[in-house]
């Protein structure tokens, strides 16, 4: 090919002119390819919950090597298993008596996964470990008797602090709880000495949901409102609720939490809370979504999502409702929308990432559990039809202005 356009740039000038024209034409073709082949690669669906056990997948926490421990509702009802990545399946819930009564898991420093089967207890589950050790820990606080809906763990000095969302039964709350030493066993030395603090008093009639670390002794804690000032028009006694994020205080010792400040959100749900790679927080809900740094300055989204998890070279991904015709992918504070082939086929109620493949589990059309991943690495990857389409472009572009070059250097030297 070098050899034949060489031969037509030699010609007379009509020629060359030809040839800059049709070279011209190429880059007007290789743009519309490129463009004609822009919808996410590596992305795939089936039929079920997940691989090891088929159900709808209620919670899911990834570890490393394609590890997992998952909440599932199968047609036998609610249970908890471990999956270590190499075909060994654990059963982990069958001890207790309500595992759809449980509304977290959380990942802890250690890969451990702490859960609350009951009223006033954590339980940590050892699930690296070979034996699945467990550790039972009472949170006992003056005869007080609460539910446990959320936990988070920020580091402190040598140890951990752990903050809680609770349920006091007619209001929801905040209770801290540390310095949990580290490493988590053996269990006596890690939570000996740890101190339940009570819960924190100015909730202001906010229905807390979840809480995340933001920075030392800072907290986000996020749930929703009422408006005394608007109510359903359906329904002009109920007021209507929505989303607020609280910024909470808290430091190891006796003290309770303090909530120090509020925003609220105009509307829709917070589902998710994020904690991106440098430390700071992302809030995604239903309707937007709101960066929140560690001084604590938040910035709106104008990104609507159902579900919202970080891949491992900290991009978040959020996934809207069922039938989406893209996905948003939010890399630096700049989101993308990412077109889809095919519209979104379920409805993704949990979202989590391993070894740089984001799953997205939920109910399909039909009602039946499904799963839908997303290969992060074949975004612009050679093996895609773009990423083909780019390489084979950037090359023959290159032969082609290499040969002019040197068409035109050699006709310089024959003129002098």
């Known amino acids: 090919m070098a050899k034949g356009w060489r031969s037509l740039l030699e010609e007379e000038s009509e020629h060359q002119w030809m040839a800059i024209a049709g070279f011209f034409v190429f880059i007007l073709l290789g743009a ?26 209620l919670d899911i926490v990834y570890g490393d090597s394609d590890a997992y421990t998952a909440m599932v509702l199968g047609d036998d009802g609610g249970m908890i298993f471990h999956y270590d990545g190499k075909g060994d399946i654990r059963d982990i819930g069958s001890d207790y008596d309500d595992v759809l009564g449980m509304t977290f898991m959380t990942q802890l420093h250690d890969g451990s996964i702490a859960v609350s089967p009951m009223n006033n207890t954590l339980e940590v589950i ?38 809680m969302v609770t349920d006091e039964g ?9 310095a949990v030493n580290a490493p988590l066993l053996p269990a006596q030395a890690a939570f000996g000495s740890a101190t339940l603090t009570a819960a924190m008093v100015n909730s202001g009639g906010i229905d807390w949901n979840m809480v995340e670390a933001l920075d030392d002794d800072s907290w986000i804690a996020v749930g929703t409102m009422a408006n005394v000032f608007g109510a359903d028009e359906n329904s002009p006694a109920t007021p209507l609720k929505h989303p607020v994020i609280g910024f909470i205080s808290w430091s190891a010792g006796p003290t309770s939490p303090m909530l120090t400040s509020i925003e609220e959100l105009d509307k829709g749900e917070i589902h998710s809370l994020v904690q991106l790679d440098n430390g700071t927080l992302l809030a995604a809900g239903t309707d937007s979504a709101v960066h929140i740094s560690k001084d604590g300055i938040t910035t709106a989204i104008d990104v609507s999502s159902e579900s919202a998890t970080l891949d491992e070279k900290g991009a978040v991904w959020m996934f809207g409702s069922q039938g989406s015709t893209s996905v948003v992918r939010i890399v630096d504070g700049v989101a993308e929308k990412m077109p889809l082939a095919l519209p979104l086929p379920l409805t993704v109620e949990i979202s989590g990432v391993s070894n740089d493949v984001i799953y997205a589990h939920g109910i399909d059309f039909q009602g039946e559990p499904g799963t839908y991943s997303i290969d992060t690495l074949a975004i612009g990857s050679i093996e895609s039809g773009r990423g083909f389409l780019n390489f084979a472009f950037v090359t ?11 068409t035109a250097i050699k006709r310089m030297r024959q003129n002098q």
């Open 170 to 178: 007619d209001t929801s709350s905040l209770r801290g709880f540390g």
């Open 126 to 163: 050892h699930v690296n470990d070979d034996s699945a050790q467990r550790t039972i820990v009472p949170l006992v606080s003056g005869g007080d008797s609460f539910d446990i809906l959320d936990l988070a763990e920020q580091p402190k000095g040598d140890g951990y602090n752990w903050l």
């Open 32 to 57: 519309l390819a490129i463009q004609g082949t822009s919808s996410l690669p590596g992305v795939d669906y089936r039929s079920n919950g997940l691989e090891a056990v088929d159900g709808r997948v």
């Open 396 to 406: 023959i572009a290159s032969v082609v202005m290499s040969v002019m070059l040197w």
